[in-house]
């Protein structure tokens, strides 16, 4: 299952989620994925699941920690690192009952 969506919700703003090839990326070696508040948009570099799942959840992070004005704890990539991790495998391993 693929928790990638193409768009969210964040605060009313409609945040876009783009993945992109390799020939496409813009971005230094290492970085595998960007959140720009400006154009309310998610990159990702295509990858395997596992890897954009877990980067789409770390710029996710970065999202709502820049939306609730807490940029000090945004650029603290550990902290960022860590939720998403925890994020991830929460909806990963997450299992739903069936409506009736």
């Given at each position: 299952m693929n928790l990638i969506p193409a768009k969210f919700q964040v605060m009313g703003c409609t945040v876009e989620v783009q993945v992109r090839s390799a020939e496409e990326?813009?971005?230094?070696?290492?970085?595998?994925?960007?959140?720009?508040p400006m154009r309310?948009?998610?990159?990702?570099?295509?990858?395997?699941?596992?890897?954009?799942?877990h980067a789409y959840f770390h710029e996710l992070v970065h999202c709502v920690l820049h939306t609730l004005g807490?940029?000090?704890?945004?650029?603290?990539?550990?902290?960022?690192?860590t939720v998403a991790g925890l994020l991830h495998q929460a909806m990963k391993t997450a299992v739903y009952n069936k409506g009736k």
């Open positions: 990326w813009g971005y230094e070696d290492g970085v595998v994925g960007i959140y720009d309310h948009k998610i990159q990702l570099l295509q990858a395997d699941l596992q890897m954009m799942e807490r940029e000090k704890l945004s650029s603290d990539e550990q902290l960022v690192d």
